[in-house]
């Protein structure tokens, strides 16, 4: 074991140092590096550096030798600087226990057939400062933007998991529904079950209970434009797949705009982006130290310009805030 110098590459340049020793060196943990970092065994250019130093073109890293680690999990990739700021960038609410993202539209969660780039692969650049990657605790679907929640420890996304299956958290989403729904505000209350077919798995509403999982959602609508379309906001009370996606295309007529896979041409409104318009616009949930964390998410692009062009006003976006306990007397 011997102490090695390295140049750092014109594509590493404005890399932090953190995240440079992470992609070269996987097995390293946070601690080690912070501690070698701390001692001034770690330098560049010879001066002791921290990790959040950014990187220049042509730099010298010394690198001690490095303890042994775990291997890197299978299928993890290095992530690129450009999806490391991505991610960063995503980020609207970070403390010692909780990261909340912005995912934006298009981004699949975790990986699965013929796809490469997801969100789970690269969560080691939103480790930051922290021991431990952080982990995923629930999921939207690839097309659905807006708030998402990740653990920052195994301890604090033990919590986290068992508040969304334990139905603990309040889910907001907002939709964009064509043509109006018939009532204005309302429980759908459909059971859905998984269906093969041609084009993949999908759900499917079905009558008989006993056929399916029950799910149901509440639904109010906050604006309207000539019956044409309306902007729904959905509170799911039971956490299945595809849920408001069924349960506006079956129990109210109305599709979601831009989700061709449940309502088909009928989705397509000319004039409008065909990206689907759902948006995970608020959660509210217990927070692993304590108290609990409310967190919004503004609107998509494409969700932004179908709101201009009809005129919806959304309220401006809160500040995620964390809510003390009530204190006991």
């Not at 995923?136 to 969304?164: I, K």
């Not at 269906?195 to 149901?216: F, H, K, L, S």
């Amino acid at each position: 074991m011997t102490i090695v110098h390295r140049i750092v590459a014109p594509a590493e340049a404005d890399t932090r140092l953190d995240r440079w020793f992470r992609r070269h060196f996987p097995q390293l943990t946070q601690g080690a590096l912070q501690k070698m970092l701390r001692t001034g065994q770690i330098r560049v250019d010879g001066k002791r550096a921290e990790a959040n130093t950014r990187l220049a073109e042509g730099q010298e890293v010394r690198i001690p030798p490095l303890p042994e680690g775990p291997k890197p999990e299978p299928g993890r990739r290095p992530v690129s600087e450009a999806d490391a700021r991505e991610l960063e960038r995503m980020v609207i609410y970070r403390d010692a226990s909780v990261l909340v993202l912005d995912k934006p539209h298009g981004l699949p969660v975790q990986g699965g057939p013929n796809i490469a780039r997801h969100l789970d692969g690269m969560l080691d650049a939103l480790q930051f400062e922290a021991e431990e990657r952080p982990r995923l605790v629930h999921r939207l679907d690839r097309d659905t933007s807006g708030v998402l929640v990740l653990g920052r420890t195994v301890q604090a996304a033990a919590f986290l998991a068992r508040a969304f299956r334990g139905r603990d958290v309040e889910k907001t989403y907002w939709a964009v529904v064509t043509p109006q729904p018939e009532i204005p505000e309302g429980r759908i209350d459909l059971p859905l079950a998984k269906i093969g077919g041609p084009r993949g798995e999908r759900m499917e509403a079905v009558e008989d209970p006993n056929e399916g999982a029950r799910a149901v959602t509440d639904f109010r609508t906050l604006d309207a434009a000539k019956r044409r379309v309306a902007w729904l906001e959905m509170n799911p009370l039971t956490g299945r797949t595809h849920q408001l996606r069924v349960h506006c295309a079956e129990g109210l007529g109305a599709p979601i705009v831009g989700d061709g896979k449940y309502g088909g041409a009928a989705a397509h409104l000319d004039g409008l982006s065909n990206q689907l318009h759902l948006h995970a616009r608020a959660l509210r949930l217990p927070h692993p130290d304590g108290g609990v964390l409310e967190a919004a998410a503004p609107l998509p692009p494409h969700m932004k310009e179908t709101f201009a062009y009809f005129g919806f006003e959304a309220p401006k976006t809160p500040k995620p805030r964390r809510l003390a306990p009530p204190s006991r007397r």
